[in-house]
């Protein structure tokens, strides 16, 4: 009996994992395809679907030298740090306000900030580019990130949790003296970790991944974005296959790097539940 | 320990933030003497553009030129939201058909002063007119394109089949016929299943590539090889005549013979999944590169009446909003000089010239022999687009949505009068 | 639920302090860059816009009269919510399920963790032109494999009556990772005692979900239901890369409606004035969501 159960547990997780990672190992494989090989092999499939017979590195050398995809992913990497720090800081601190304090005008930006996730952003992204012009940031790297960090889908998702926050654990550090200002570093981020991580990679892959924002801002071709960099195989007379896959690898696999770096966050979160005095 | 590093990361943020606003701040202080150029993402046009903006700066050291680059399928999109600005780009490259619909809105600066009227006769026929409204010019012609169509060498030697001479396209119910052996004899020789025709971007779509099947079904100044009314705002009468109905369900019947696909197939003639493929002169090169095995020929595109192929490439325009407009038109005349193509040709190799005469004066830069096929069906068969100020929308409804929606199965004659009455409602309130 | 309130002429200026200090730098970056271009894009729903020509032309509420009675934009509305009726289950219930799985800790759930946020830190332009690829009717990689089975091959992306499916397919694979780590993190924030408390009552595993993790798990699913339900009303993307509407219309959403008449028709007001009506659209329905599901009010 005990055997059987372990098959078929294993094989179900093999075919979650398989529904996941096919698309990847098709990609993996095909990166390091020459162009006359991408499509020859796809029917019937076979093991050269995946395995590259003439593996070439060719992809790679021209999409990190010849197209600057170097600075370009250091680029992204900077764009997203700094828009996670910031928007992570900026929301958590301003759910802190809206879920355990109240003032007057509470339900009012409350409701302002929600009614602000309602207008996809291809609706708002003209009106959107001429505001920052008429602030004289067009062109500018702040012009870039400033809108991202306010985002009402991370102010959402702290408040959740600053909501499952005891209020006695508030009040006791009220009265053992520490002023409300210390309250949120010091009683608040800790007990949402779990959260904020949740909500640090939403927004570092949102950063990451961005381009149509990019495009309509940045004016030069200097600071060039992973997104549009990507994009821009796709032309007009030709799609740069070959170099689509490979360009995939290399915008995941950073990322996939810093997840796994991450991870630790994870384990620590899922075995002490609960709340941190 | 949390506390500051919160703060430091707040003070790291700000600073790069005061240090990133000063650093563009020093470079947008307004000179007079800077260009800038929106191209899009097309294979050779900013590298080409680049090499013309190098060769510019040689003879005028104090000019600045920066280069944009977007993707090729934003491009249109990027260039309303820049001209919605009021810091707009001084010079943009489009395709020529384009010109009016954005001179009508009056987004371009006229440019006659570029062109004087003894050198118009230089450019192929049609290029001026194509980039004219209202009697002004408003772009300088620069490349020109001709589709054609490849076909399979190996699969039509299997067949024994010869494939038309350069001066005698096919019929359409010939090359059906022709395709159909070629099909059938891969399949017996070689056990592969090969489609009829393919496209650039399957199924087909485009005015520029498919709109000339269907104007091909009316002789030569008919309402159906106009295709649309002279003032560009009317189409019925002359998208939906009966002939270019016919056309109409023989581009459907494509797709319900099986003879060509309804989703993507990338590669699909350089794989050698295809007998014939519809392509213009950078497929020749491409082909070269990356299939230097396929043994693959051309031949003109086929024809139901009147053979022709479209034309129109890219041009040279200017904001109306360019705060340099001396420089910008400047440069767009050093641009469409000889200078100026022999830069954008020796960076992007040589491609098809509006402009006649380069050639008599520089012909080293056409010895390419898949060049010289293709300038001749283009001066055989070159026919411009729909002139329309509406060209846009022109595109997006008739070109594309309409035969997107055909090679999907819907009623042709429901579709084809559903489109038109959107092209001229929308056309209508432009 | 208890707070600390701040009233009007009070002297908390301690609380005060910290109400200004958290909330003002977002709530001023909200007011610049999120609503202030609302209201613009709210007024430009009145106009006539001519971005090119760079005219505006008051016409009242002739757009919206017309977007009332414009079938195009009202079929547009309706695929859109079919759309949503076929992600927003699928997606929830997965994500859920599968944030279950991966609360075990056991040897193998770091990497099916890591392997199901794949999708989800890829570049959404190769995502789903890659996924397009696979599922070419005859050519694809999907399809080879359900023939190899004995199945029939599909049309997909290029069968009317698929294509909207399978563009939820493509959205659910790449964002249930994501959906995931909602609930996971939901999953983290309920006390272990309460399980233990169960455990002495003497409840099973079914049991213990059912009286613990659901009711516990509440708001975090309001969250999910609600974000995923924005998410999916604005999808355009993955459209924009595959279909472009079709086959036949059948993928034509909303938000594409927007985008072609902004910038391919030149009718920015006109393209507002939907996005407006969109906006009402998810309002509504998100508090019908937040009221049906009982959220705890604060």
């Known amino acids: 009996m005990k055997p059987l159960k372990k098959t078929l547990v294993v094989l179900s997780l093999a075919l979650l994992a398989g529904v996941f990672l096919l698309p990847y190992l098709w990609m993996l494989g095909s990166a390091f395809k020459s162009r006359s090989e991408l499509f020859s092999y796809v029917l019937p499939v076979s093991w050269k679907t995946f395995i590259p017979v003439k593996p070439t590195l060719d992809n790679f ?145 949102f950063a990451w991944d961005s381009y149509v924002w990019p495009l309509i801002i940045l004016r030069n071709n200097r600071f060039q974005v992973l997104g549009v960099a990507i994009a821009n195989l796709f032309t007009d007379q030709s799609i740069a296959w070959e170099l689509i896959f490979s360009s995939a690898l290399l915008s995941t696999v950073p990322v996939v790097i810093i997840f796994i770096l991450l991870q630790r966050y994870y384990i620590a979160g899922m075995t002490s539940g609960g709340i941190k005095e | 320990m949390k506390k500051t590093t919160l703060i430091l990361l707040l003070v790291l943020c700000l600073s790069l933030t005061v240090l990133s606003a000063a650093g563009q701040a020093e ?82 600066l006229p440019i006659d002063d570029l062109i004087p009227v003894s050198e118009r006769s230089q450019f192929i026929n049609g290029a001026i007119e194509a980039v004219s409204y209202k009697g002004s010019i408003y772009a300088y012609p620069f490349r020109e394109a001709a589709s054609a169509l490849f076909y399979n060498k190996t699969y039509f030697d299997l067949a024994g089949i010869e494939a038309a001479p350069l001066d005698k396209p096919w019929t359409w119910s010939q090359w059906e016929q022709n395709v159909t052996k070629v099909m059938q004899a891969a399949k017996q020789k070689t056990g592969k299943t090969v489609w009829g025709i393919t496209f650039l971007a399957n199924p087909g779509r485009g005015d520029f590539w498919l709109t000339p099947i269907i104007r091909s079904n009316g002789e030569k ?207 209508r309130s432009m | 639920m208890e707070r600390y309130v701040y009233k009007r002429g009070g002297k908390q200026h301690d609380l005060l302090a910290a109400i200004l200090i958290n909330l003002l730098p977002t709530l001023l970056l909200t007011l610049v860059f999120q609503l202030v271009p609302i209201l613009i894009a709210g007024w430009y729903s009145f106009l006539k816009v001519n971005l090119m020509a760079g005219t505006k032309q008051f016409i009242g509420l002739d757009n919206y009269i017309k977007a009332a009675t414009d079938p195009k934009f009202l079929q547009s509305m309706a695929t859109t919510v079919e759309y949503f009726l076929l992600r927003v289950p699928l997606q929830v219930l997965l994500g859920f399920l599968l944030s279950l799985l991966i609360y075990q800790p056991r040897r193998w759930t770091g990497v099916l963790r890591t392997i199901i946020l794949l999708p989800v830190v890829t570049s959404m332009v190769v995502v789903t032109s890659i996924l397009a690829l696979m599922m070419h009717p005859s050519n694809g990689l999907i399809n080879s494999m359900l023939i190899m089975a004995g199945l029939p091959a599909q049309g997909f992306l290029t069968d009317p009556r698929q294509a909207l499916f399978s563009i939820v397919l493509i959205t659910v694979w790449k964002n249930v990772g994501m959906t995931m780590l909602f609930f996971l993190a939901g999953l983290m924030a309920i006390s272990p005692t309460l399980y233990e408390a169960a455990e002495i009552d003497g409840a099973t595993a079914l049991q213990k979900h059912w009286h613990v993790t659901i009711p516990m798990l509440k708001n975090t699913f309001i969250f999910v239901l609600i974000t995923t339900t924005i998410r999916s009303f604005q999808v355009f993307g993955p459209i924009l890369m595959t279909t472009n509407g079709g086959p036949l219309n059948s993928t034509r959403v909303v938000v594409m409606e927007i985008y072609e008449n902004a910038f391919v028709f030149n009718q920015l007001g006109y393209a507002s004035t939907q996005s407006v009506l969109l906006a009402l659209l998810l309002i509504v329905i998100s508090l019908l969501q937040s009221k049906l599901s009982g959220r705890k009010s604060r």
């Open chain 1, 61 to 205: 050398t021209t999409l990190l030298f010849e197209l600057g995809f170097t600075r370009t992913i250091l680029n992204t990497l900077g764009l997203s740090a700094i828009t996670v720090l910031g928007s992570v800081l900026l929301c958590s601190m301003a759910a802190f306000a809206l879920s355990l304090l109240d003032f007057p005008g509470r339900r009012l930006a409350f409701f302002v900030i929600m009614f602000t996730m309602m207008v996809p952003f291809e609706a708002r992204m003209l009106p959107t580019f001429l505001v920052v012009q008429d602030i004289g940031l067009s062109n500018t790297f702040t012009a870039l990130y400033l809108p991202w960090l306010a985002d009402a889908f991370l102010i959402f998702l702290f408040s959740n949790h600053f909501a499952e926050i005891p209020f006695d654990l508030y009040h006791a550090a009220v009265i053992d003296g520490c002023p409300h200002t210390r309250i949120y570093s010091k009683i608040m981020l800790p007990n949402i970790t779990p959260a904020l991580v949740s909500g640090a990679l939403i927004k570092f892959f």
């Open chain 2, 27 to 108: 470079s947008q202080g307004t000179k007079p003497s800077e260009l800038k150029l929106l191209v899009p993402q097309s294979p050779g046009v900013v590298d080409g553009v680049q090499a013309v903006a190098d060769a510019y700066k040689r003879l005028h050291p104090e000019v600045t030129i920066t280069i944009r680059s977007v993707p090729f399928n934003r491009y249109k999109e990027q260039l309303q939201i820049m001209w919605a600005s009021n810091d707009v780009d001084d010079i943009i490259t489009t395709g020529s058909p384009d010109i009016s619909n954005y001179a009508y809105y009056g987004a371009l």
């Open chain 2, 221 to 427: 100044g008919s309402a159906t090889y106009k295709a649309i009314s002279d003032d560009g705002m009317t189409l019925t009468g002359y998208a939906d005549t009966p002939q270019a109905l016919e056309a109409y369900r023989f581009y459907q019947s494509l797709y319900t013979k099986k003879l060509a696909p309804t989703a993507e197939v990338p590669d699909a003639f350089g794989t050698g999944q295809s007998a014939t493929f519809l392509g213009f002169l950078s497929s020749a090169h491409d082909l070269k590169k990356n299939f230097p095995d396929l043994e693959w020929g051309i031949m003109p595109l086929p024809y139901f009446k009147t053979p022709l192929t479209h034309t129109g490439g890219f041009t040279y325009a200017i904001s109306a909003k360019t705060k340099n407009a001396a420089a910008a038109k400047d440069f767009v005349k050093f641009a469409g000089s000889d200078e100026g193509i022999k830069a954008y040709f020796d960076v992007s190799g040589s491609d098809l010239l509006s402009r006649t005469d380069f050639a008599k004066r520089y012909p080293q830069y056409f010895e390419d022999p898949y060049q010289k096929i293709f300038s001749y069906i283009l001066q055989t068969y070159g026919e411009a687009r729909p002139t329309t100020p509406a060209y846009v929308l022109y595109n997006s409804i008739m070109g594309f949505n309409l035969f997107l929606d055909l090679a999907s199965g819907s009623d042709v004659n429901q579709t084809v009068q559903t489109k038109i009455k959107e092209f001229e409602t929308q056309a």
